[in-house]
């Protein structure tokens, strides 16, 4: 079933890059009736509901036509969650003014900070930590994640 998976992951990254949404990731588990696919989308400005319904009309709609999963599947097709860690560039930049948990590379010493995200900018991030102003080269990001006021 190998070749059913690879097709199913090329048609939707084929709606995907038609529709000019970002994919985060396919899931692919299961088998026969109890195969389930799930997709994460998202977009610069975040995705919607209406948006993530549209591009699972679409993709079921090409699984049809493919013949993909002949036994049948179940599809989801959803934005990614508040716990998601940043690794996009335009999810550092939707998240500017917000608070980042981020765990980095210093040398040899694995750090985490909390703090406000400034900038994203150069490929680093611009932390403001209490009255200290980090620069985070992105290659050294390890996670990082928003950081929900409860």
Do not use: H
Request: overall charge negative; proline content about 3%; aromatic content about 6%.
């Amino acid at each position: 079933m190998v070749i059913a998976e690879d097709k199913a992951k090329d048609l939707i990254e084929q709606v995907c890059r038609e529709k000019g949404v970002f994919l985060l990731g396919v899931d692919l588990k299961g088998s026969g009736r109890n195969r389930n696919v799930k997709v994460t989308l998202d977009t610069e400005a975040g995705i919607t509901l209406n948006e993530c319904q549209e591009i699972s009309s679409e993709i079921s709609d090409m699984f049809y036509r493919k013949d993909v999963f002949i036994d049948g599947y179940n599809l989801e097709v959803s934005s990614p969650g508040v716990d998601k860690p940043l690794e996009q560039p335009f999810e550092y930049k939707r998240n500017i003014g917000r608070n980042l948990t981020v765990e980095y590379q210093d040398d040899n010493e694995l750090k985490k900070v909390t703090g406000e995200l400034k900038e994203y900018k150069d490929d680093a991030l611009n932390i403001s930590v209490g009255k200290e102003s980090l620069q985070i080269p992105i290659s050294r990001v390890k996670r990082a994640q928003v950081k929900l006021k409860w």
